[in-house]
């Protein structure tokens, strides 16, 4: 078990003999095994580490098992903490309700049965785990949110800055020129140039509403399929940023899958590519799509600057909406995704399961190579 999914397991005994019997007990778990020899040792443990599962005896000295479960559980911070007492003294039920009373999760008698013990305190240390790990999901869930709410925002702001600026601008124009033509005051040349200048910009702001249109949904990806719009939006990438990409589908006749998993293969493949422009100050760009047995696997690589390590881990603190986008993606698929460095580059890597039933007919061929982009072996 990695470092970083250990638990703390903290042994409170005034007799070292019983410490060395626990540890050799609760070994095999792979846990971290923090010891105490008094109840004072003991708090100072908690104060100091994170604790799963709190094991104590009962009969101590200065300060007993009941009284350390009591200062326990007045701090907030351990009022969940998993207690369990053993003795082999205290043993009538009245002991045992003073100690459920406590906050103890079991009350274990001596002689220990090893397997017993490991066994309980194992399920608790998993629970503990698993708490864990569902408060991390929680807060990462909570900054993505967070993050999508604010980039919805910004792309609301781009766009309409982009419908002010250019597709405004050109209709108040067309316009304009629309007027002149209507002027019984100006010559027919002048009616006639006005009118073909009006046309003109209506040319522009209809390739300006396609342009945004296309980048919100592509219209290829549900006409024609995957390889066709994955090629279409490299063409586009490599003429707004002169980055060379290169892209290798296989099979040739790559099929159609389900609408839902084309979309989100395609919005990772774009994803990733945009952190390549945003991020990498890399010069060529791969993408490799590639459809096997019971998968679809795609692969992005660059010759940028890489990421760091806190990056290719995904650390919650140290990954943008982007990233964190589509590892969700991914997961709402049961896939994986993987990030490693390439020396030079980063290399995403998606792998994603489906059922012989999500592939339907097979995509049409593009006829022409999108230019910038072209097949790599």
Same mark, same amino acid.
């Given at each position: 078990m990695s470092d970083q999914h250990r638990v703390n397991i903290l042994m409170v005994d005034d007799q070292p003999g019983k410490l060395l019997t626990y540890e050799a007990i609760l070994g095999?778990?792979?846990?971290?095994?923090?010891?105490a020899s008094s109840g004072r040792e003991a708090l100072d443990a908690l104060l100091r580490n994170?604790?799963?599962?709190?094991?104590?005896?009962?009969?101590?000295?200065?300060?007993d098992g009941f009284e350390l479960a009591d200062m326990i559980r007045q701090h907030p911070?351990?009022? !969940?903490?998993?207690?369990?007492?053993i003795s082999a003294v205290h043993l009538s039920d009245l002991d045992r309700i003073k100690a459920y009373q406590r906050g103890a999760v079991d009350y274990i008698s001596v002689p220990v049965i090893p397997e017993l013990l490991?066994?309980?305190?194992?399920?608790?240390?998993? $629970?503990?785990?698993?708490?864990?790990?569902? !408060?991390?999901?929680?807060?990462?869930?909570?900054?993505?949110?967070?993050? $999508?709410?604010?980039?919805?925002?910004?792309?609301?702001?781009?766009?309409?800055? !982009?419908?002010?600026?250019?597709?405004?601008?050109? $209709?108040?124009?067309?316009?304009?020129? $629309?007027?002149v033509t209507r002027s019984q005051e100006q010559a027919e040349n002048k009616r006639s140039l006005a009118a073909a200048e009006a046309s003109g910009l209506i040319d522009r702001a209809v390739r300006q509403v396609r342009s945004i249109s296309h980048l919100l949904h592509p219209p290829m990806l549900d006409e024609v399929g995957l390889n066709s719009a994955i090629q279409w939006y490299l063409e586009g990438l490599t003429k707004r940023s002169g980055i060379e990409t290169f892209i290798e589908v296989q099979p040739v006749d790559f099929p159609r899958l389900a609408p839902e998993l084309e979309t989100a293969v395609f919005r990772i493949i774009q994803e990733a590519l945009t952190n390549v422009f945003r991020h990498s100050g890399a010069h060529k760009g791969w993408v490799e799509l590639s459809k096997r047995e019971n998968e679809v696997v795609i692969r992005v690589r660059d010759d940028g600057k890489g990421v760091s390590e806190q990056v290719a881990e995904f650390r919650p603190d140290c990954i943008g909406i982007g990233l964190g986008g589509m590892r969700q993606r991914v997961k709402e698929f049961g896939g994986e995704l993987r990030l490693e460095n390439a020396s030079p580059g980063t290399v995403v890597e998606v792998v994603i399961p489906i059922a012989a039933s999500v592939v339907t007919v097979t995509e049409?061929?593009?006829?022409?190579?999108?230019?910038?982009?072209?097949?790599?072996i």
């Open positions: 095999e778990l792979g846990e971290n095994l923090i010891k994170d604790i799963a599962v709190v094991l104590m005896d009962v009969s101590m000295p200065e300060l911070r351990f009022k !969940e903490t998993a207690i369990i007492f490991r066994a309980k305190v194992s399920v608790f240390a998993e $629970l503990y785990r698993r708490a864990r790990q569902l !408060e991390v999901l929680n807060r990462e869930l909570r900054r993505l949110s967070s993050s $999508l709410i604010s980039t919805q925002d910004e792309e609301r702001r781009r766009i309409a800055r !982009e419908l002010h600026d250019g597709l405004g601008q050109d $209709l108040i124009a067309a316009k304009i020129m $629309l007027d049409v061929p593009a006829s022409v190579t999108p230019s910038g982009t072209r097949a790599f």
